[in-house]
């Protein structure tokens, strides 16, 4: 949901229905696991996907009757073994159940308040009551720790199994969907060099968040970083990173070992889920060693990914920085297990 969510309030407050889809159930080889977003407006205009060819194709088709008549959802069930797949030109099998659903613009108050809860790290759940023989699919939505309209024993029961990727729970002889609005992490890129700008690049079109700093501001700018959410002008690197939680990854890619050093012994006090240092292995032993005087433990530099990024064979800064997100993506993809 958090995909389309920003496309959705915008078309609603224009006054357009739309229709979103999602992914319910999923077993085997399915192309989007539970949980992938499309949204359609009218004009066959279409954000998201719930993973292309011919079932994309049955979704949006059904996408406009649903525009054209007087019901609002149809449940879409897609049995794709290994032949059916392929004359589809997929090259995935298994079996998908995609819930398509009118939205009109008399929802627009729920989703901003959605969205406002989770501008402010509140961590909203969007709950699909899935329609039976004879009802319509009810949304609602879950705040934890505050008062809604989700009954108390639905709320107990979700929170207890509440993660980071949706899920299907039976309640009174329903099935609801609950979607937590997971956040897609923020990149903090210590340092705004070459390595930086790639780095920054594909961790934007990868989802992420991206925050640069440095000291030099003919590389710390807004202009060579239109991607970043925010560039910092550091007059020192002393105390640049503070209150970093687990949806936070620290990139240190900074100019000079000392910077390095200093940078890494702030982020290893804080709870970000992810710290990369750049450097050879004989300059890491040496701010490792320099950490461990300092009081750092063995389990502490544990946290940190030095030689940052996956083993591909990198050389070049674009070559670097992808192997830096794709460790990133690698490390979201596990903590949203």
């Not at 002889?173 to 210590?190: A, D, N, Y």
């Not at 925050?211 to 959410?229: I, K, L, T």
Request: aromatic share 6%.
């Amino acid at each position: 949901m958090r995909n389309i969510l920003d496309h959705l309030i915008q078309a609603l407050k224009e006054g357009q229905p739309v229709v979103i889809g999602a992914i319910v159930r999923s077993s085997g080889s399915a192309p989007r696991t539970s949980g992938a977003r499309m949204m359609v407006l009218a004009d066959g205009t279409q954000i998201g996907t719930v993973g292309g060819g011919a079932l994309e194709g049955a979704c949006l088709d059904k996408a406009k009757d649903l525009f054209q008549n007087a019901y609002s959802f149809a449940e879409l069930q897609f049995d794709l073994n290994a032949a059916t797949a392929a004359e589809a030109g997929m090259l995935c099998g298994g079996s998908v159940s995609v819930l398509l659903q009118r939205v009109e613009p008399e929802a627009l108050e729920l989703f901003q308040r959605m969205h406002g809860e989770f501008i402010r790290g509140l961590r909203p759940l969007l709950l699909t009551l899935l329609p039976g023989n004879d009802t319509s699919p009810e949304i609602m939505h879950l705040i934890p720790g505050e008062d809604d309209n989700v009954p108390a024993d639905l709320r107990t029961e979700i929170l207890q199994k509440c993660r980071r990727l949706p899920f299907l729970i039976n309640y009174k002889g329903k099935e609801v969907f609950v979607e937590p609005l997971v956040h897609p992490g923020v990149v903090h890129l210590v340092g705004a060099g070459h390595v930086a700008l790639a780095t920054a690049h594909l961790a934007s079109f990868s989802g992420f968040e991206v925050v640069v700093m440095d000291d030099r501001v003919e590389f710390a700018n807004a202009d060579r970083y239109p991607q970043a959410r925010e560039v910092r002008i550091l007059g020192t690197f002393e105390n640049c990173l503070k209150n970093l939680e687990q949806d936070d990854y620290v990139v240190i890619v900074t100019r000079g070992h000392l910077h390095d050093r200093e940078v890494l012994a702030q982020a290893l006090r804080t709870a970000s889920s992810y710290i990369g240092m750049i450097g050879s292995r004989r300059k890491r032993d040496a701010v490792y060693e320099s950490l461990r005087k300092e009081g750092f433990t063995d389990a502490d530099i544990s946290r940190v990914h030095c030689p940052i990024g996956l083993t591909i064979g990198a050389d070049t800064p674009e070559e670097i920085a992808l192997s830096i997100v794709a460790q990133l993506v690698q490390v979201r993809a596990r903590m949203n297990i």
